[in-house]
């Protein structure tokens, strides 16, 4: 019974130490969870911030179709003093029109140059925290299938746990009615020790008798012998 017991109480030990362990896990993984969450926000903003950058290329643009409007306004403008300048050389106007137009598409090409590698950037951050968030998706699902996992195994456990304080209830019950039916025995027992010394006092009575007895024959013996030899001596 008791090697019953110490299996009892390892096995019980035991998945209460699996139980622990299990619940340290989940704190672990509420942590790693709580920075899931907080990458997650990041993501989030970085997404907001590539969102105003993907604004500004559009403003950007609408900017460069102003600028383009300004500068023909600004080349119509040259011409039109062209015009009225009709006292100046032909070869200084004509210059002066290369120039301008040299200018404008110098600062076009600047224009286009830098909306270009901005809209790369743009590309590039986008694509980034698309991968970014499917890593950080592909952990979070994982994180959850380790939670139900270990959901379930909290459920294993703890059924284990019962069936473990069932036998240990049982074992009680058994040990609980051993000790009854020792108690019990222990009473017959004193019942029994009670009993011998009242037969022991009863036959030490009878043997005081029997020697009274035996004393009184003799003496009756003696007596009669006593009588019947007295007269004949006489």
Do not use: C
């Amino acid at each position: 019974m008791p090697s019953e017991i110490d299996h009892v109480v390892a096995d019980y030990r035991a998945a209460e130490a699996a139980l622990q362990a299990l619940l340290r896990r989940a704190d672990e993984l509420e942590t790693a969870q709580t920075t899931v969450m907080g990458a997650r926000a990041s993501l989030t903003e970085a997404a907001d911030s590539l969102l105003a950058s993907e604004r500004a290329l559009v403003d950007g643009t609408s900017g460069l179709a102003s600028l383009s409007k300004e500068l023909a306004k600004t080349g119509q403008s040259f011409r039109s003093v062209a015009e009225t300048l009709g006292e100046m050389d032909q070869a200084s106007l004509l210059e002066v029109n290369e120039q301008t137009q040299a200018a404008i598409h110098e600062v076009g090409t600047a224009v286009r140059v830098g909306l270009a590698d901005f809209k790369r950037d743009v590309t590039t951050g986008t694509s980034r925290a698309t991968e970014l968030s499917d890593v950080v998706r592909q952990s979070v699902e994982s994180q959850e299938s380790t939670l139900v996992e270990m959901r379930g195994n909290v459920a294993t456990l703890r059924d284990r746990i019962l069936g473990l304080e069932g036998r240990v209830g049982e074992v009680g019950s058994r040990v609980a009615g051993l000790s009854t039916r020792l108690s019990q025995v222990q009473e017959r027992s004193a019942q029994i020790e009670v009993t011998a010394g009242e037969i022991s006092a009863t036959v030490s009575n009878l043997e005081k008798r029997a020697g009274l007895i035996l004393a009184l024959v003799v003496v009756s013996v003696v007596l009669g012998l006593a009588a019947i030899v007295l007269p004949m001596m006489m």
